[in-house]
């Protein structure tokens, strides 16, 4: 549609509201007395044949947006949507009002009206109601794009999520099942002792991950504050008040890139579990991705992509640096010793022939991370538990007791990016001083994203945590398995977008 074409699209829509208000009709009425939704009439009625329909006399009163407008001789028609469902409006001049009939005639694409009459089934056995009373309801003052044939411009879908959740009908479903994930996921926690709770958004540290945060700044109390990273340190404080078992589904910020897998703004899951470790993490986030699976999408197997996904557990069980030495090992065509992965110029010597980027102020373990990251991560389609990570990538795990350079962690990968991530916490309060200690000294070094020392978290662990897992789950990336969806905006309804 060219601008001209719109712009006197604009001015038509215009003129027909004015039409209306000469009629003495309120284009934007404060109710409608709504019997039944689009949706609940054809759930209701599509299984009955016409004479069914004839003899039982069936009246409703519905409402819903106009997608298409027919007229052949005497005989009109509408098409109404819910945002769910379609139905049939039949228009005889004869069957309404001279009001209702010049409502009709004054209609436009996208307009929302009501309607009232008797269910019947055309000469086409399309399920339809023969309209004795026609409301109208609010004006759409701006044309439609492409009358109805789909919106495929994907930032004009995400900019404006009005029109692609009008159009597009395969927009809504991603965000209803969206909505049962979050409900199920609910359920099977707080059915298994989880107490759902609430963390503070703006933190005077910002701790839990590391990752660079988003400031402001609080005027009455002229302090610095930080958009939350993640909730974790809070939600291990009340670990040490005595609630053993405790979640949060939260929304998280992080000052970082943008892309298919990232929006600076996202919802996570987070719960802790006294008493347990990150194996026994492994076996719950097992049962909770089938169960939400088959709450929200009905079924344990996913097409992402080029692949079928099977959801049933058991999943695969991998080590980092197994993961990482084997890839390496068949990049380079000869076997690599495990130990070469534990040595920093040793791990940096292999790096480079594997022309992975490492920056000075990487040890062993942050090396290793980043070559398991570069060769193995877009390999792991099927679930795989990727576990025992390098300490220096992991400041609030607790480490393996018969390896000091590890930690009991593991991060879930699924379709070739990381869904969860989990550890055995830490609750040493002199070792987290440490590891806060040499956090500092990264921080020092440049890294924007090493963790800042939290005193009063320590001052917390001093008081006595008991053993405990926790885990985090990206909610938008699950949502994204679940949907098929290559892009994390389109599981956001309102991604962050560059202004125009």
């Known amino acids: 549609m060219t601008t001209a074409e719109?712009?006197?699209?604009?001015?038509?829509?215009?003129?027909?509201?004015?039409?209306?208000?000469?009629?003495?009709?309120?284009?934007?009425?404060?109710?409608?007395?709504?019997?039944?939704?689009i949706e609940a009439v054809v759930g209701a009625h599509s299984s009955k044949t016409g004479e069914v329909l004839d003899a039982e006399a069936i009246t409703t009163r519905t409402a819903g947006r106009i997608l298409t407008i027919r007229t052949f001789g005497k005989a009109n028609f509408l098409v109404l949507s819910d945002g769910k469902t379609r139905l049939q409006v039949y228009i005889r001049q004869d069957a309404l009002s001279e009001r209702d009939f010049k409502i009709f005639k004054l209609l436009d694409f996208g307009d929302w009206v009501g309607v009232e009459g008797r269910l019947f089934r055309t000469k086409t056995n399309e399920l339809t109601i023969w309209a004795s009373s026609l409301e109208f309801l609010a004006k759409c003052l701006l044309p439609l794009p492409e009358k109805w044939h789909g919106l495929t411009d994907v930032e004009t879908r995400y900019r404006q999520r009005y029109l692609d959740l009008i159009v597009n009908p395969d927009s809504r479903r991603v965000f209803e099942v969206r909505s049962r994930v979050v409900s199920a996921i609910r359920e099977f926690l707080t059915t298994r002792g989880f107490l759902e709770v609430e963390t503070p958004m703006m933190q005077s540290i910002a701790g839990g991950a590391l990752a660079r945060p988003f400031t402001t700044h609080h005027n009455a109390l002229d302090i610095p504050l930080y958009m939350r990273v993640a909730p974790e340190l809070f939600l291990k404080r009340l670990t040490v008040g005595g609630i053993e078992r405790v979640f949060e589904i939260n929304r998280?910020?992080?000052?970082?890139?943008?892309?298919?897998?990232?929006?600076?703004?996202?919802t996570m899951l987070e719960f802790y579990w006294a008493y347990a470790d990150y194996r026994?993490?492994?076996?719950l986030s097992e049962t909770l991705l089938a169960d939400v699976a088959q709450k929200a999408i009905a079924a344990d197997e996913v097409v992402y992509g080029d692949h079928t996904i099977s959801l049933r557990p058991p999943f695969r069980r991998l080590s980092l640096r197994e993961a990482a030495r084997d890839a390496a090992s068949r990049r380079l065509g000869e076997s690599i010793d495990l130990e070469v992965l534990r040595s920093r110029d040793s791990a940096a010597a292999l790096a480079g022939r594997l022309a992975v980027p490492i920056e000075p102020g990487m040890g062993a373990g942050k090396i290793t991370a980043a070559i398991f990251e570069a060769l193995c991560e877009g390999d792991l389609i099927q679930p795989t538990f990727v576990y025992d990570f390098p300490t220096e990538v992991s400041p609030?795990?607790?480490?393996?007791?018969?390896?000091?350079?590890?930690?009991?962690?593991?991060?879930?990968?699924?379709?070739?990016?990381?869904?969860?991530?989990?550890f055995s916490e830490l609750n040493d309060p002199v070792e987290q001083q440490h590891r806060f200690e040499e956090q500092l000294r990264q921080r020092a070094g440049g890294d924007e994203e090493a963790h800042a020392m939290d005193s009063d978290y320590i001052r917390a662990l001093e008081f006595g945590m008991p053993p405990a897992a926790g885990e985090g789950i990206g909610i938008d990336r699950l949502?994204?398995?679940?949907t098929g969806s290559l892009s994390i905006r389109?599981?956001?309804?309102?991604?962050?977008?560059?202004?125009?």
Do not use: C, W
């Open 6 to 37: 719109e712009s006197d699209q604009v001015v038509q829509r215009r003129a027909n509201l004015d039409e209306l208000r000469k009629l003495g009709v309120n284009p934007y009425p404060h109710r409608f007395d709504l019997g039944e939704s």
């Open 252 to 266: 998280n910020f992080r000052n970082e890139g943008i892309s298919t897998q990232h929006n600076p703004e996202f």
């Open 280 to 283: 026994d993490l492994m076996t």
């Open 396 to 422: 609030l795990s607790k480490q393996k007791a018969d390896d000091p350079d590890t930690v009991e962690r593991f991060e879930l990968y699924v379709a070739g990016f990381e869904l969860a991530n989990a």
């Open 479 to 482: 949502v994204m398995l679940l």
């Open 490 to 500: 389109d599981v956001i309804l309102f991604p962050l977008m560059r202004p125009k």
